[in-house]
């Protein structure tokens, strides 16, 4: 900063903000070009934020190629408009599909243990399940 014109400190919240949502989808990027077409888990939870808006986050699990290990990264978070099972299954679809990858590359999810999550009926477990057979859910022992 010392080297920098007086007027170049970049420090406005925009350019701040812009700076990292730059940076946030390059990481993205990087994430999703090292698993490529290999299959993965889905790793998600919904809660509130301070306004009382309902989001989910979303983690893939997947090995990683050079080195053979098994990663957790998270991909995004997205406002929903609710938390009923068919909002967050919309939810998850669109930005797997934002990040060009395959629901039918899924091969586990995990979730907490609401019912709107992991329900035998109509839960988030079995929706994605009738797309994707091969989704395994297991319970999420983080919670």
Known sequence: MENAPGNCQLISPIIQKDIINCCAKETTK??????GEDCFAILADE???VLQKEQ???CMRYVEKKSGNVVERFI???HVADTTALSLRSAILALLS???LSPSNIRGQG???ASNMKGEIHG??????EDTPSAYYIHCFAH
Not at 30 to 35: E, N, P
Not at 124 to 129: E, G, R, S
């Open 47 to 49: 809660s509130s934020d």
């Open 76 to 78: 995004g978070l997205v």
């Open 56 to 58: 989910l986050s979303l």
């Open 124 to 129: 988030l477990k079995t929706l994605i399940m």
């Open 30 to 35: 990087r994430i999703v070009d090292d698993l």
């Open 111 to 113: 979730y907490d243990g």
């Open 98 to 100: 934002e990040h060009s």
